[in-house]
Nanobody, 124 residues
């Protein structure tokens, strides 16, 4: 499985971005597709996750109501729509995939496959 994250950039506070994670290889319905982020000097943190089947999704508390994760199975792509962006959302965003139980969804070290990361900068 290979992942390719894209869509990052520079945006003003309050703005929006949509990140994409293109996938190749065999991803089955039980895969979890996660987004994580890492700011300079900080540990990688969970952002959002969706099961490839689309049956479940979840968000970190600070992203609820602002971020939305979705997937398009026909395009083999997972999206992260980010609205009302704040300077503290500035980070490198990574997509990840793995066949996982739902209980492990927020644990970055449980994910096998990772994309290369895309930089999101929120600044005026």
């Amino acid at each position: 499985v290979q992942l390719q994250a894209s869509g990052g950039g520079l945006v003003q506070p309050g703005g929006s971005l949509r990140l994409s994670c293109g996938t190749s290889g065999q991803i089955t319905s039980n895969y979890l597709m996660g987004w994580f982020r890492q700011a300079p000097g900080k540990e990688r943190e969970f952002v959002a996750v969706i099961r490839w089947s689309g049956s479940h999704s979840d968000y970190a508390d600070s992203m609820k109501g602002r971020f939305s994760i979705s997937r398009d199975r026909a395009k083999n792509t997972v999206y992260l729509q980010m609205n009302s962006l704040k300077p503290e959302d500035t980070a490198v965003y990574y997509c990840a995939a793995s066949p996982l139980i739902w209980g492990a969804r927020t644990q970055s070290n449980a994910y096998i496959y990772w994309g290369q990361g895309t930089q999101v900068t929120v600044s005026s």
